[in-house]
């Protein structure tokens, strides 16, 4: 099948490369001539473990071109995927911005030659594919086309995995002719067995947002009973295994930390309610979420003052882990960006590391902020070492250099990836998520 994706962000180039995987004959558009010029120098705009592989296999195969010109793209193609960005509204008010999809919309109309199958992949709000099919019958009115939803669930350092491994594919359409093509379009799945649930458009853009936010709930949920853990003296590890052993709680999305963060929890869950608000819905389940995960950045900020003695002021405070989770460059929304900032402007001297993400953090963090290449470096004379982000460089850290090389044996470990009972072992004092703190170095009475 002939396949032309718009925009080759994260989400288009790895649906372009899968869909090449797949064995079908894919062009991949972008206006952004300098993204195209990456890919034909064989370089890419992104990083995603396993995707240079597919790319450099179907391109050679020639089953996967890229280019900036939709007039090559358009015509020749059955189903044309829109996976441009959309961002939070500029405004600030949870409005997801669809500037983008909707002159996507524009274009791909005046090019539209035999039927073609016009798929909204980006996240969008329910409606959105509506109102492209509408689009596109103003601008084209003689087109023979029918406007689907496909959204997307792909995990950042997993997407390649994701794409070729689902849980589950979700279609929305309304026409038994849009729908053969995508089911045609996903056989290789099929084939594997993987679940492909076929549904109206409005339902399709509607299980994006909803299982963005339910698992955005598990982590919200999590937390406060980390905090509520921390105060009548229970494991918050041993309370999330307890839970999720029983198969309808599950285990994944149950570690606690500094809130979730990245490109799509934060904006999605926003997205969401302001969906319900236009609906005359409450949506009083998600409004909690996204409280809960601002006012747990708050108590991460609290937690590190009392690691510190009560006072950040003067205080070297060693960060490890700036971006919102690990094997990641991306620094959206990431914990980091709250939690600093209120170190810093209560006097703290934060050294942070970071194995990929420092380059974006020295443009979004206050310039106070010493950039380390070395964790330990950071860590230099150091009052607490606070992990932020759960890298695996981090987790085999080595305790007795560490120990050697601060001011003070103070340890925040926001992840909980070390045990109480190992950290104390080493001689620091430790404070994580959910657990009781130990002390390895001072006694509790002269902390
Ligand atoms: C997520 C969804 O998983 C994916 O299906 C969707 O399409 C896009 O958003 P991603 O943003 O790449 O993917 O990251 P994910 O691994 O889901 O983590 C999101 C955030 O939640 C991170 O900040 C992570 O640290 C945090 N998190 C995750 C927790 O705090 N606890 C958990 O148990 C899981």
């Not at 206006?31 to 396993?50: A, F, Q, R, T």
């Not at 690691?307 to 690990?326: C, D, H, I, N, Y």
């Amino acid at each position: 099948m002939n396949v032309a994706i718009i925009g080759t962000g994260y989400v288009g180039l790895v649906s372009g490369a899968g869909f090449a995987e797949f064995g079908h004959r894919v062009v991949c558009v972008d206006k952004d001539e300098s993204k195209i010029m990456c890919v034909h120098n064989g370089d890419l705009p992104i990083y995603e473990p396993g995707l240079e592989e597919i790319v450099k296999r179907n391109r050679q195969a020639g089953r996967l071109q890229f280019t900036t010109s939709l007039e090559e793209a358009i015509p020749g193609s059955q189903v044309v995927f829109i996976a441009v960005g959309t961002p939070e509204s500029r405004r600030g008010d949870g409005y997801a911005d669809l500037t983008y999809v909707y002159e996507a919309a524009r274009e791909i109309a005046s090019f539209l030659g035999n039927y073609t199958v016009i798929v909204v992949k980006s996240t969008v709000p329910v409606g959105t594919a509506r109102q492209v099919a509408r689009i596109v019958r103003e601008v084209n009115p003689g087109a023979e086309f029918d406007v689907a939803s496909n959204p997307e669930f792909l995990r950042e350092g997993d997407a390649v995995f994701d794409f070729l491994n689902p849980d589950r594919v979700v279609i929305g359409v309304e026409s038994e002719k849009a729908r053969r093509i995508l089911l045609d379009l996903y056989r290789p799945l099929q084939k594997k067995e993987i679940p492909i649930l076929v549904t109206g458009v409005e339902t399709a853009e509607l299980i994006k947002y909803a299982s963005n936010a339910f698992l955005a709930t598990k982590i919200s949920f999590i937390n406060e009973i980390a905090n509520l853990c921390e105060e009548v003296g229970a494991d918050v590890q041993d309370v999330a295994r307890g839970m999720g052993l029983d198969q309808r709680i599950g285990l994944k999305f149950l570690q606690p930390g500094p809130g979730y963060g990245g490109s799509c929890f934060p904006k999605d869950t926003k997205a969401l309610l302001r969906i319900a608000q236009e609906s005359g819905v409450a949506c009083r389940i998600v409004e909690a979420v996204v409280e809960v995960n601002a006012a747990q950045r708050a108590r991460m900020v609290r937690k590190i003052r009392q690691a510190l003695g009560g006072s950040e002021a003067g205080k070297v405070v060693a960060v490890l882990g700036l971006t919102f989770k690990p094997d990641t460059d991306d620094m959206r929304e990431a914990p980091s960006l709250t939690i600093i900032p209120a170190l810093v402007e209560r006097g703290a001297l934060v050294r942070a590391h970071d194995p990929q993400g420092m380059k974006e953090a020295r443009r979004l963090l206050p310039s106070e902020v010493l950039f380390c290449d070395d964790p330990y470096e950071a860590c230099s004379e150091a009052d607490a070492v606070v992990l932020m982000t759960e890298w695996n460089e981090y987790k085999n850290i080595d305790l007795s250099r560490l120990k050697r090389l601060v001011r003070k044996p103070v340890f925040v470990d926001l992840r909980n990836v070390f045990s109480p009972g190992d950290m104390e072992k080493a001689g620091f004092d430790y404070f994580s998520v959910g657990r009781k703190p130990v002390y390895g170095f001072s006694s509790p009475a002269c902390s």
